[in-house]
Structure formats: C-alpha cells, structure tokens
C-alpha cells in the first residue's frame, strides 16, 4: 500500500520519512516518491494493508544500477495506524529494480539477502541496498528480525 497513505500517525509519518531519507544518502540522484501505486478499483483490491510501499526514480537508466526505479515494500507486523499509535515492527524488505518494461531484479532480506533476476546490479549498488536494508530494521525496531533473517 503506498507509504503516503499508511502515514496516519505522526510516529509513522517520521518513519517513512526518514526511511525516505537513509535511501537517498545512499542514492543521493534518486528521487522519491510515496505513492507508487495508482489509486484504482483494481488497485485497491490488491492493497495490503501490512505493507508500506514507496518508490525512488533515478534521473535516467543507471548501468550500476540496472534500473530506473527502486520499489521498496516494507512487511510489517500488522497493519500501521490500526489502534497502535507506536512505530509497526518490520518483518521484512523486498527491493525491486524495475525499468518501463518490467522487473530487472529483486532483492529480499531472507535467505542470503542477495539479488535474483535476469540483469543483476553491481556489488556495489548490493552492498548498498543490504545497508539500507539493515538501517530500515534499527529504524522500525525490526534488528533482531533481521539477524534471523540473514542467519537462515
């Protein structure tokens, strides 16, 4: 579900924003973007309600990279603003490189938190988004969630 409308407590809305801001201090070019999703029937039909889904659009196709645009879903344990005033628990972050024509790769914090898919970005950028990935756990509250993740 887009971040922008899960933002339904101040404690949250911090959250995203901040979330927003450990990207681009790893990806200072990218620009972000809270609301990926289109507002449609069809849309909100799939929404979920334990996710937090934001974008980040570089200014170009980014050979590093492999990709245009950065969607990063976050899974939290239960759904943000229902009768909770703290910051939901993350479980678990999955970052696709997308480009106009489809998904270049993915990257998830379970497993061996390595990205798949048919054009692989540079260690670099992997190492890069592992980071940031870490950094979403201590943010959330999530580290000890990310330690058995990346133990498994």
């Not at 659009?57 to 950065?70: A, E, M, N, V, Y």
């Not at 970005?121 to 940031?132: C, H, I, R, S, Y």
Request: charged share 20%; net charge negative.
């Amino acid at each position: 579900m887009n971040a922008a409308d899960q933002a339904q407590s101040l404690e949250l809305a911090q959250a995203i924003a901040a979330a927003a801001s450990l990207f681009r201090v790893h990806f200072p070019d990218a620009r972000a973007n809270l609301t990926p999703w289109r507002d449609d029937a069809l849309t909100r039909a799939f929404a979920e309600q334990e996710s937090l889904d934001l974008s980040f659009h570089l200014p170009g196709w980014s050979p590093r990279s492999q990709c245009r645009s950065f969607l990063v879903q976050l899974r939290l344990d239960g759904a943000p603003g229902r009768s909770r005033a703290e910051r939901p628990r993350l479980l678990g972050v999955t970052i696709r490189g997308l480009t106009y024509e489809s998904e270049r790769w993915r990257l998830a914090t379970v497993g061996d938190w390595q990205p798949s898919g048919s054009h692989l970005p540079q260690a670099e950028v992997a190492q890069k988004l592992q980071q940031f990935s870490r950094e979403l756990f201590d943010l959330f509250g999530g580290a000890e969630q990310a330690d058995q993740n990346l133990a498994a």
